[in-house]
């Protein structure tokens, strides 16, 4: 029963001094919170600190093309920005300067001002889509070079 209660000190003492440990390494990280009044205005925020002539347009309320968009943004280092149909991109554009943009999912979901101001602001534009959120997502692994097929 000692070796039992001696042991439990040791490993309550060496959990305490790893939970020390770490909490002073925390002070060391450098942290930056980035944030919107909404998902649409963070992605925007976040988007600035990509250094990319490459975005990636998706819905940010059809979670299947935001997701898979990031496979996209990632492969290119691109900016990801999540956009509803009301969202003007107009000045963000202006200021980024895009040379090639991607626009993720169909024309039901990804349509109006976001899209109209990429077309006007952006020579290169592909729209990758599919007629299900499978194909989808199939359409995007592919276009990342993550599978081979469908």
Sequence with gaps: MKIKSDISKVLTLALIISGIASVSNAEDLNVRTIKGQNRIQTSIESAKLVDSKTV???????????LSA???????NAKLIL????????KELKEIKPTKAYLIGGQN???GKAVASVYENVKDVKRLDGKTDMKLMTKHWQKVAMTRSV
């Design 56 to 66: 990636v347009i998706a819905n940010a309320y059809t979670y299947a093309d935001s």
């Design 70 to 76: 990031y496979n996209v943004a990632s492969k290119y």
């Design 83 to 90: 956009v509803d149909n009301k969202t003007d991109l107009s």
């Design 109 to 111: 979901t990804l349509n």
